[in-house]
């Protein structure tokens, strides 16, 4: 008899801005799932192995699995059951941004591949120079020095066009490179034209550490991101363990198991977003996205078809930045509050100042849930600009189908309840269509994004999982008929053998109460001016849907949502929409 | 739970590390007394970068152009000397157009840096340099009064210290400009009106120390030539007693602002600091500590934000807040004697001289 192999027990550790976590996933009645997630606050300035290590001894308690032995090193592998682990994960997103010089030709095409590209990573573009700026070399060579990259990243060439279109760049940052002093050398990146790998091995690699990748835009019409995004984030990695106490220590345990978040964000979506082979790009096709909105960072992270991409920014405007202006008034409109302009000012100033800030009252609530609608209204923005593929509108609506939309992140979990979540999704993603929301309750989905590069059936198992919590089913129609029409009849049929039919009318936002977990078949009937998503005004369908914590939600208030300028009636309303969904 | 600390210190050793972006040399040795705007290292870089396209001027291929030069890079030019030279039927030459050094010879072009651009360290503080870091910078000491802020406006200066009279639960009024002299450093309380900061800076002052400002002043005082600091927060924050009372000790005295942003230098706050004094050295400072019964804290969100206290438990247990989020909890008691509960994350340590 074969002696079947032991499935292999993952722990995960997690290290971001504020918060440590810590995650072990072992298999529990034949699927790998969950068994347990502590968090612990990040040792910043010390030893981050601290506040990793303060989540490891929370999560064996929790779980009665030993992980740590009593030197408090960990145990690996595992020495008896519930005790020790085969693997550890390690994401983080505790670094400081790593500044990047982008280098490249045309603006349409390898400048806006490498700009999408650096979009994705905890990197600060500190220089961007293109063909234009060709002409103004020795400028240029200047100014790179000046700004002190770490990492020069160049693009650009086309593989079967000319065979010398980089080399201007190449002198230039040769040059750059003498006038470099050693110690501030950067790490120089190129994934342009594989022409002119051998003259930029030739005449770089003698002074510097050099990394040449196939071309990042090979032709005209194909991006080839992951070979560079993949190097970008080990050497990110790489800078971070040399500035951060500890996180080379628990990298060295990870065996290579590790990832920014950003980068395994992106990699877990690629995964569970892979199109079966009928994916056709029609007004019903569905592409897949989550957003992280941690104390730290937003995340977005989307696939559609065979195109993909992530974008990472940083949580919170500068405070002396131009946007700062715009992001207030932002938020200001979109407090469910009646707190005034200067108190949202105090809050908000003071939280940038210190990002670990907890919302106290309802009202700072009110205004850090504004702050995540912004949030993901300036990601989506952002995203659209490195990919064309993404119809957006900004401030308008997101044309694009995506399901599901997965959350992670403190902005989301921080909600007491499931209703607030549902509403900041709607309000700041401004989706059209169907959708089902669904809220990574742990903040594990980059870990799994790690993890499902060693062990594929991970991620599918947990994310099935009731670990991942569906919030609900979202159906936006957009109607060309006026407020208070009638746009939508529903007839629903819920497995318990109840029915009842729902009118919907433009300008409405509404809550079909259907028991959590619980199977519903909703006909659903647009009026010959409305589109659900089906494929055109008017086209109706069956849906199957499994209800979530908020039900089934239909948002019939229009795109863009229009907020009264009178500001007790712009508070009146987000309040009676929190009220509908039960925020 | 581990949080900021604010350091507000009446008597202390200060000691500032400041480092060049790149190696260059010290110009200071150790035991020199430095004031705010020595200089005490530099570095240069090459500057005014220029490309002399031999082959073409030679008028031959860019594979032979090497061949032809008669200076070779590392060299320093004068302006017009001959850096390639071609002898045919009919001579050719290349010339250096301007004075400088021959960095590079790249693809049949000479690159020429005709200048260098020098990047000055200054010392920022006044004090005593203790270590020099060879190539770097040095580290710097004083024995002073030191008082930590939250924000600053990205500039630095000295003077004598002034207090405004205002009344601390008043906003600050443009009139109060009217009492200063030049290059003083006032320390004030509220500024939330456009007018008040600018006829403060315009005064004459060579520094602000506020409690808190409105943010939208902040384009407005990034602006300013003086630095600005803000010792509180935004809004209408009241500095705490302890720290009005250094200030009261120390008035008249010279007084450096350092309004640095509180992200420019990593693990720098703004601060200032005022040399001389007398007292017992406290401990070494640490810019982030475990919250803990005896912390003074100052509470920086909230329906208490603002207060200052004591921390006189901190639970082992989340609690759950107004807002329905969970979290640890500390209990304060306020200087005005007020039993509070605040979420930790919400804290920074204020930590005065014992």
């Not at chain 1, 500044?99 to 490498?114: N, Y």
């Amino acid at each position: 008899m074969v002696k079947q192999k032991r499935a292999s027990i993952f722990l995960g550790i997690d290290i971001g801005a504020i918060h440590s976590r810590a995650a072990l996933f072992n298999v529990d009645k034949g699927k790998y799932r969950l068994m347990g997630c502590e968090t612990a606050q990040t040792s910043t300035g010390m030893h981050l192995a601290g506040g990793a290590g303060h989540a490891m001894r929370g999560l064996q308690t929790g779980t009665a699995h030993s992980l740590l032995n009593q030197a408090g090193g960990l145990i690996m592998p595992p020495v008896r059951l519930n005790e020790g682990v085969d693997h550890m994960a390690l994401v983080a997103s505790v670094g400081e941004w790593v500044r990047c010089a982008l280098i490249g030709l045309t603006e349409d095409g390898s400048m806006a591949a490498g700009k999408a590209l650096l979009d994705s990573l905890p990197v600060k573009t500190v220089a961007e120079f293109g063909l234009a700026e060709l002409s103004e070399q020795p400028d240029v060579i200047e100014a790179l020095v000046r700004a002190q990259p770490e990492i020069v990243l160049m693009v650009g060439g086309v593989d079967a066009g000319p065979s010398n279109t980089m080399t201007p760049w190449i002198d230039a940052v040769k040059l750059m490179l003498r006038l470099t002093p050693p110690s501030k050398k950067p790490v120089v990146v190129f994934a342009g034209n594989t022409s002119q790998v051998e003259e930029i091995k030739r005449r770089l690699e003698p002074l510097v550490t050099l990394y040449t990748l196939p071309n990042l835009l090979p032709s005209f019409e194909v991006r080839n991101q992951t070979p560079t995004q993949s190097l970008l984030n080990q050497l990110i990695l790489q800078i971070w363990e040399k500035k951060l106490t500890g996180l080379s220590e628990l990298g060295k345990l990870s065996k290579g198991l590790k990832s920014t978040s950003a980068f395994a964000h992106d990699r877990i979506i690629r995964y569970i977003g892979y199109p079966d082979d009928t994916f056709e790009k029609t007004a019903q096709s569905r592409g897949v996205m989550a957003i992280n909105l941690g104390a730290g960072s937003s995340l977005l992270s989307a696939r559609f078809g065979n195109q993909s991409g992530t974008v990472v920014q940083p949580a919170w405007p500068g405070l002396s930045g131009s946007e700062l202006g715009d992001f207030l008034d932002f938020v200001f409109q979109w407090t469910a509050s009646k707190v005034s302009r200067l108190e949202t000012e105090h809050y908000v100033s003071h939280h940038i100042l210190h990002p670990t800030l907890v919302p106290e009252t309802v009202s700072e609530l009110a205004v850090s849930q504004a702050v995540a609608r912004y949030r993901m209204t300036k990601a989506l923005g952002k995203f659209s600009e490195g990919h064309g593929w993404l119809e957006y509108d900004p401030g308008i609506c997101l044309n694009n189908h995506f399901e599901p939309i997965i959350l992670g992140g403190d902005a989301f979990t921080n909600a007491s309840q499931p209703g607030q979540i549902m509403l900041m999704v709607l309000d700041g993603l401004q989706i059209r269509g169907i959708s089902t929301i669904v809220l990574d309750q742990y903040q594990i989905l980059p870990l799994l994004g790690v993890l499902g590069g060693m062990e594929p059936i991970v991620p599918i198992q947990v994310l099935a999982s009731q670990s991942f919590v569906n919030l609900g089913t979202v159906i936006v129609p957009i109607s060309r008929l006026s407020e208070g029409k009638r746009i939508l009849t529903i007839h629903v049929s819920i497995e318990d053998g109840k029915s009842y039919d729902v009118e919907i009318y433009q300008g409405t936002l509404r809550r079909l109460v259907i028991p959590a977990g619980a199977t519903a078949i909703l006909d659903i009937e647009p009026d010959q001016k409305t589109d659900v998503g089906f494929g055109g005004m008017g086209r109706g369908r069956q849906l199957k849907v499994t209800s979530g914590l908020t039900g089934v939600v239909i948002d019939a208030r229009g795109r863009p949502i229009r907020l009264p300028e009178n500001d007790d009636d712009r508070v009146a309303f987000l309040r009676q929409w929190h009220g509908v969904l039960g925020g | 739970m581990i949080v900021d600390v604010i350091h507000r210190l009446k008597f202390t050793k200060i000691q500032r590390t400041r480092e060049l972006p790149f190696p260059g040399q010290v110009l200071i040795g150790e035991g020199k007394d430095v004031q705010p705007d020595d200089i005490i290292a530099e570095a240069s870089t090459p500057s005014g970068l220029q490309t002399v396209d031999v082959a073409r001027g030679l008028g031959v291929p860019v594979s032979e152009a090497r061949q032809y030069l008669t200076r070779q890079p590392g060299e320093s030019l004068d302006d017009g000397d001959i850096i390639a030279q071609h002898e045919g039927r009919i001579s050719r030459l290349v010339r250096a157009p301007e004075k400088g050094k021959f960095l590079d010879f790249i693809n049949g072009k000479a690159v020429i840096a005709t200048g260098r651009s020098i990047v000055h360290l200054k010392a920022a503080m006044r004090g005593v340099v203790e270590t020099v870091i060879p190539e770097r910078g040095v580290t710097i000491s004083v024995e002073g009064s030191l008082l930590q802020g939250v924000w600053g406006n990205g500039k630095s200066g000295e003077g004598k210290i002034k207090i405004l009279d205002s009344r601390p639960e008043d906003p600050l009024f443009a009139q109060l400009a009217e009492e200063v002299e030049p290059d003083q450093v006032l320390a004030a309380g509220v500024c939330s009106e456009e007018t008040t900061l600018m006829n403060l800076a315009n005064s004459g002052a060579s520094g602000l120390i506020l409690s808190a400002m409105a943010p939208r002043l902040i384009p407005l005082a990034e602006g300013l030539p003086i630095p600005v600091i803000l010792l509180q927060g935004f809004g209408d924050l009241q500095p705490d007693p302890e720290t009005l009372s250094i200030f009261k000790s120390r008035e008249g005295e010279n007084t450096i602002v350092i309004a640095v942003h509180p992200d420019e230098i990593p693990g720098q706050k703004p601060e200032v600091i005022i040399p001389g004094g007398s007292g017992e050295i406290g401990e070494e400072m640490e810019s982030r500590e475990e919250l803990s019964a005896g912390s003074r804290v100052l509470v920086f969100s909230g329906k208490n934000r603002g207060k200052t206290g004591e921390v006189s438990d901190v639970s082992e247990k989340q609690m759950t807040f107004e807002s329905g989020i969970t979290g640890f909890v500390a209990d304060i008691r306020t200087d005005e004697y007020q039993m509070i509960q605040v979420p930790c994350q919400n804290l920074v340590i204020i930590k005065h001289s014992r």
